[in-house]
């Protein structure tokens, strides 16, 4: 069986509460190039998870309301 490895580097960003959601996933991606943040403005998320994915949750005006993780 094959094992999943996660990246390296940062998976948390609470300091990004309250951006722009464009402008998290930007700093996200330079933070940690290995992860792709996505930009998520619905009330669901996937409930798979996957490290290598960091859900940026943001409001209907575009802004983070929790903190962006691995998910």
Not at 6 to 18: F, I, R, S, Y
Not at 37 to 52: E, F, G
Not at 55 to 61: G, R
Not at 62 to 68: D, H, Q, R, Y
């Amino acid at each position: 069986m094959e094992s999943i490895l996660c990246p390296t580097g940062k998976h948390a960003w609470p300091e990004l509460v309250g951006k722009n959601g464009e402008e998290a996933a930007e700093i996200i991606k330079k933070e940690n190039p290995e992860v792709t943040p996505i930009v998520w403005d619905k009330p669901w998320i996937p409930l798979d998870y996957n490290c290598y994915r960091v859900f940026v949750i943001v409001d209907s005006d575009g802004i983070v309301l929790i903190p962006p993780v691995t998910r």
